[in-house]
């Protein structure tokens, strides 16, 4: 796309994991671009210093429209909300709050505020235990806990927006996210995070002392959960190249599952940490988490048949070695600032 084409886009969430390597992927081809984030889980460190950083609420119209005129936001990318799987079995009110009820006022921002593209960051939790071996967009949505439910609203709320309004969406249901930027620019930084990989990788470095392996009993080749892990590089790539789209057919909305097609069981991820790194984590077995399922693996056809998308680290153990580099300068960034690092993970 032409450069002086790339209308602005808000990037909502985008001091956090997956938004903050939006920002970049979007800065590296050129998008003019800004970053909403309350910062309860995002860090300022994520953000490039000429991003434009509005540190606010997305339920907050008042803001989002001053946001719009500052700016002159064309696209909005959302990723802001809350991701873990267990926490929204325990507490769901607090997941249909931050995806669902805010995901709505900021589509209403959105209508109200003319924007006419809006990219959502959805989830193959939405799918539930589905029972077939690789999870196409034609699979019905099953979702078995709050999280997956709270996304799968958002979903429809944009399909039902969009048959109303002038709007079009793309919605990206990925899969495991892991890994960091390549050049080492940003990653996962929140502290206590679930994700597989980042707490291998901390183990491995010494921050934690041990891995817990969730259920040992799931129906799979070693028990344990099978996931497909997809770098953060190659799953925001993706988002710059479903906004291309966006533009190109103003008429035409998209749903495309991101993730690379094939699964690691915990173990086969845990055992690629130690080639990596040259060491042995500690294990130890655990229950099941509520909410988890046997196997979540992608059918990404519909995504490689619609984009130009050519993934470039769909390798486990590069995704790892991105993750160990990242972890390392996060320690060395820790220590830099003394623990006054913006956010609170």
């Not at 081809?29 to 984030?37: E, H, L, N, Q, S």
């Not at 490689?304 to 300068?329: C, F, G, N, V």
């Amino acid at each position: 796309m032409n450069e002086s084409a790339k209308p602005s886009v808000l990037v909502t969430g985008g001091a956090g994991y997956i938004g903050s390597h939006a920002v970049l992927a979007l800065r590296d081809a050129g998008w003019p671009v800004a970053v909403i984030d309350n910062l309860t889980t995002g860090f300022r460190f994520a953000v490039p210093d000429d991003v434009p950083l509005y540190e606010g609420d997305i339920e907050d119209g008042d803001l989002l429209a001053r946001i719009f005129a500052e700016q002159g936001t064309r696209a909005i990318m959302h990723f802001a909300g809350s991701i873990v799987v267990p926490e929204s079995v325990t507490d769901p009110l607090k997941y249909y709050h931050n995806n669902t009820v805010r995901s709505r006022a900021l589509i209403e921002a959105a209508v109200k505020g003319g924007i006419p593209h809006f990219i959502f960051s959805s989830t193959a939790a939405i799918y539930g235990m589905p029972d077939v071996s690789a999870v196409s967009e034609a699979t019905p949505p099953a979702p078995i806990n709050p999280y997956g439910w709270s996304k799968l609203m958002t979903e429809q709320m944009l399909g039902d927006t969009a048959a109303a309004h002038p709007i079009n969406f793309c919605v990206l249901r990925y899969f495991n996210v892991a890994g960091a930027d390549p050049q080492a620019r940003t990653g996962q930084s929140t502290a206590g995070a679930t994700h597989l990989i980042k707490v291998a990788v901390e183990a491995a470095l010494g921050k934690r002392e041990h891995v817990s392996v969730y259920g040992t009993d799931y129906d799979t080749p070693d028990g344990t959960g099978v996931r497909d892990y997809i770098h953060v590089s190659d799953l925001t790539a993706a988002h710059v190249l479903a906004l291309e789209a966006l533009i190109e057919q103003p008429d035409r909305s998209l749903t495309m599952n991101c993730g690379y097609g094939r699964g690691f069981s915990v173990l086969e991820v845990l055992d690629a940490v130690d080639r990596v790194t040259n060491l042995t984590i500690d294990r130890r077995m655990e229950a099941r988490r509520a909410g988890d399922s046997d196997s979540l693996i992608s059918d990404p056809a519909r995504i490689r048949s619609t984009l130009p998308w050519q993934p470039k680290h769909a390798d486990l153990d590069t995704i790892i070695a991105h993750a160990l580099a990242w972890e390392r300068k996060l320690s060395e960034l820790r220590a830099d600032t003394a623990g006054v690092l913006g956010g609170n993970g």
